[in-house]
Every structure is written in C-alpha cells, then in structure tokens.
C-alpha cells in the first residue's frame, strides 16, 4: 500500500535529509562558527522546510535558506534582509499579517500564499551545485504535488526560474524581472531576488520589487 504523502511526511524527510556531503559539512560549520550578532543564538543548523498555506493560491520559489537567516532560525525568509523584502512586501498586499520576519515565534501568518526554495541547506556562497539542485528538486517536486490550488509561481531570480521550468520541461522561457508567463491553467512571474547584492546596487528597487506581487495580486483577483 503506498504510503500518503503529506506536508507533514515532506517535511520530516527534508528536516532529516543528509545527501549533499558539502551543504550539510557548511551548514554545521555555520552554526557551530557563529558571527558575533548571533553568538548567543543556538543555530537551527539543519535543512529548512517551505512554509504558509498548503491550499494557497500563491507559490514563492527562492533559492536557499540565509547562511544566517533561516540557518539560524529555522524558518524561510526569516532574520535576514531578503525575509525583511519578502515579508514587507507580503504585508503590504495582504498576503500576510506581518510586515517583519524575525524568529519562528513572531506570530507571522501567511495567507494564500506557501513559500519554498529551490536547496533546503544554506551553499556556500549561495551557489549550489548541480548535483546539490537536483537532489532538492525531489522535495519540490512532491511539494508541487500538494499544491494544487496555486495559479500563481513567483520564482526569485535566475536558478529558482530555471529549476521550476526543468520540473515542469517547460523549455525556452527568458528569464528578466517581471518575466510573466501563462502556463497551461498557472501563470509563472518571474523576479531578481531581493538579497543585498541586487538591492543595495539597486538592480532591484522597491517600485521594482512590490510590482511583482501587485501582478500576482491582480491575476489571483481576476481568477477568482
């Protein structure tokens, strides 16, 4: 009898994955060589699960959990810049109740919305490897399989798109902020990741940043 697959069971074989020799050796030496900020935080050190409603109508994509963010924490876009991005944003077009993102007990509740990542461990330097992709690709891969309202997929810069577009062979797609496409009964929108290096350079600004979810906003309107 084949067993029934749940967030639930999703989650306990990501918090208990330990395939990517490299990640999980990075995310232990992260959380044991602490920056000075967070000495006196124990670190959750170990894969991060998605997180948000599993009857949502909006799917977040993003790459990794923050070396120092959702490594710490234990929950996506939570202690770190691009959380503070993701999570204003969110507020200010009422996909959550909270504008901030700080720890697993700040009372953050999404609506309509689950949020997920392409790797599960922080990378070095933010740059996974393929065969460390791949091997994540099965958690969202059965993810999407439980979200079978969503009409919306917001994937945050290039290696998310690429990775949602492999996962679905959906070939020759250009990536570029605010990319949207129409896909069989979902529409995938495309976005530069709000982490320091686009925003702080302005590569990505706030105008440029809350269109995204104005858009996803305004479709989910006229879906509904």
């Not at 990517?20 to 992260?30: G, I």
């Not at 770190?80 to 700040?106: C, K, V």
């Not at 439980?146 to 959906?170: D, S």
């Not at 320091?196 to 509904?224: H, S, Y």
Request: glycine share 6%.
């Amino acid at each position: 009898m084949k067993s029934l697959v749940t967030v639930d069971t999703i989650n306990g074989e990501i918090v208990n994955c330990s395939l990517c020799e490299r990640l999980v050796t990075y995310r232990l030496q992260v959380g044991k060589n602490k920056v000075r900020r967070y000495l006196n935080e124990i670190y959750w050190a170990k894969p991060v699960t998605g997180l948000g409603d599993i009857e949502g109508k909006l799917l977040i994509i993003g790459l990794a959990p923050g070396a120092h963010g959702a490594n710490r924490t234990g929950r996506l876009f939570t202690g770190d810049h691009s959380g503070q991005w993701l999570m204003r944003a969110l507020y200010e077009t009422g996909f959550s109740n909270n504008p901030t993102s700080i720890s697993e007990n700040d009372g953050l509740i999404l609506k309509n919305v689950f949020i997920t990542s392409c790797i599960r461990c922080a990378p070095p330097s933010n740059k996974p490897l393929t065969s460390e992709l791949l091997n994540c690709s099965n958690y969202l891969i059965k993810e999407l399989e439980l979200l079978r309202n969503v009409k919306v997929v917001i994937c945050l810069g290039l290696i998310a798109f690429q990775t949602y577009c492999r996962i679905n062979n959906l070939k020759k797609l250009q990536f570029y902020h605010l990319a949207n496409y129409k896909v069989n009964d979902k529409y995938l929108i495309a976005s530069y990741h709000p982490s320091r290096q686009n925003t702080n350079t302005k590569r990505l600004t706030w105008p440029m940043w809350i269109k995204v979810f104005d858009r996803a906003k305004t479709i989910l309107l006229g879906n509904n």
